[in-house]
Nanobody, 114 residues
Framework: QVQLVESGGGLVQAGGSLRLSCLAS????????MGWYRQAPGKQRELVAS???????NYADSVKGRFTISRDNAKNTVDLQMNSLKPEDTAVYYC????????WGQGTQVTVSS
């Protein structure tokens, strides 16, 4: 059974930084496209950033220049470095793995205070 376990969420002041990490259990991690999504209260889940199996990255316009996604295939991890955080970044952040199947983590709360 594949598991994605997120960590690194928390409470931070506006302008601060957080680093989220997702540890994946599948042995074929390197073939998966990985992504970070977020869902704020009352809003739909949205893509924040993604990274392909080949390392190509993609970002939502709202986080470009502030967030960086990276992966370490040797450690089965995908990280999201979040800088210059804003109150509107407050949400539950979910790790996603996509290949022939799609897997989701349980989510980690990020709260940015003004």
């Amino acid at each position: 059974q594949v598991q994605l376990v997120e960590s690194g969420g928390g409470l931070v002041q506006a302008g601060g930084s957080l680093r989220l990490s997702c540890l994946a259990s599948m042995s074929t991690f390197s073939i998966y496209a990985m992504g970070w999504y977020r869902q704020a209260p009352g809003k739909q889940r949205e893509l924040v950033a993604s990274i392909s199996s080949g390392g190509t990255t993609n970002y939502a316009d709202s986080v470009k220049g502030r967030f960086t996604i990276s992966r370490d295939n040797a450690k089965n991890t995908v990280d999201l470095q979040m800088n210059s955080l804003k109150p509107e970044d407050t949400a539950v952040y979910y790790c996603n793995a996509h290949s022939s199947f799609v897997y989701w983590g349980q989510g980690t709360q990020v709260t940015v205070s003004s």
